[in-house]
């Protein structure tokens, strides 16, 4: 196995092409799969070993959001394929994983939403589309939501359609590099996965949102390497500097503690608690955005020039940082903190 940090190295020494349009992210796809680190993460992303997903998670965090979003996919897509498969879909989506075909999960809708228009026994035919699908072009096999007469019901689909995908308005100033255009799946035909409500069904629907969460870190400890290398570079940084420096750092520490916290509390423990991985994707958000900030003022304005590091990592973290449906996660963690202070327990 390639060594993890020269593998991290490589795909942050193209991150620039990337970000620009100059390259695509298939060279870091095949490296991760030779390297063997999606297998890594697939792995280890449930069970005693989840701190090992989170180290890795936050390598590809400081190296290449981008990179890391579809690293998360794939991983998130073999879970659900695990978790609400039967054992011929398992093994057979575990060997398609394990030839170096990359799985994505595509949710969002497009302008018609995707419904099941017939099923022939494990077969569904679907119609409409989704938008936001990251990887566009580079995942074989998606899993996908479509609402079906039983409500919402899991479909994975064959992704690799060139007639299918539309690349052309993915035009965000963040995230470029994952070119998550849109996929036309009117008269697809593909396998049903689990049952009517699996998808959001608790406590892996927003019990695995660590995932991104270690991604995040990871981008944030990046934002504060450059604030460290920037003031080690000064005769006298000065106090203000100084303590720009170890706040910036606080809160990258921070931030991982609260990862880690929870993906232990979703992925490892008798009993998963989704209200950690809720409140540490607020502390997360809230750091990331304060280092931010920081950086900002350390760095002044080399944090704005365009096709360096720090530039293009602040511009991914931001963007990354709005997904998705923030005001119902922290809704919803009230809500359940609520309920269990009125049951008499605590969070």
Known sequence: MTGIAAVMDAIAARAGDADQGR???????????????????????????????????????????????????????????????????????????????LFGVWGAEGAVSVSIERTDGQIARLAGGKRFCSGLGLVRHAV???????????????????????????????????????????GIRGELLGKPGDYMREPWFEGGIWRYAALHCGALEALAGAVRDRVAMLDDPGPMRAARLVELTRLAQTALLWVEHAAGAVEAADTPDIVVALLAREAVEEACLRGIAIADRALGTRAFMEGTGVERIRRDLAFFLRQANL??????????????ARDGGST
Do not use: C
């Open 23 to 101: 390259a695509g992210l298939d060279a870091d796809i095949r490296l991760l799969f030779a390297a063997g680190v999606l297998a890594r993460l697939a792995a280890t992303a449930s069970g005693p070993r989840v701190r090992e997903a989170v180290t890795l998670f936050r390598s590809l965090g400081r190296a290449s959001l981008s990179v890391g979003r579809l690293a998360e996919g794939h991983v998130n897509a073999l879970r659900l394929i695990d978790l609400y498969g039967s054992e011929d879909q398992i093994a057979r989506f575990r060997m398609a994983a394990a030839d170096g075909e």
């Open 144 to 186: 996908v939501t479509a609402r079906g007469e039983e409500g919402v019901r899991l479909v994975i689909v064959d992704a690799g359609d060139q007639r299918r995908q539309d690349a052309s308005g993915w035009k965000t100033t963040g995230m470029r590099a994952t070119e998550s255009g849109s996929y036309d799946l009117n």
């Open 327 to 340: 005001d119902g996660k922290t809704q919803l963690a009230a809500r359940l903190i609520l309920n269990r």
